[in-house]
């Protein structure tokens, strides 16, 4: 697991990967799945803290995927790459407002 994390943080995932399957793909399930408990929570009339702790749960690991596609995009370059660092921006905006 700490393989995953320091592949990552180094730039040294494949960047398609990160983009699509870590961070659109499974970081976006997780995000969902963290909203739909919270909402759930909400629903069951449990601390108002606790349903936002649930539902924020997911944006540190969100945030350091954001920062592992800019660290692994600054080591190459083309169109491509500067959509894939403004999605992930993009994208992280939407799972932390969302």
Do not use: C
């Amino acid at each position: 697991m700490t393989d995953f994390f320091r592949t990552r943080w180094r730039g040294e995932a494949p960047l398609d990967r990160l983009f699509w399957r870590d961070m659109l793909l499974v970081a976006t399930i997780l995000s969902i799945a963290s909203s739909a408990l919270a909402l759930m929570l909400l629903g069951l009339k449990l601390p108002l803290w606790l349903v936002l702790a649930v539902h924020f749960l997911p944006v540190p690991y969100n945030i350091f995927l954001t920062i592992a596609v800019w660290r692994t995009a600054e080591k190459s370059g083309g169109f491509k790459v500067q959509l894939m660092m403004l999605g992930s921006a993009l994208w992280l905006i939407a799972t932390v407002v969302a």
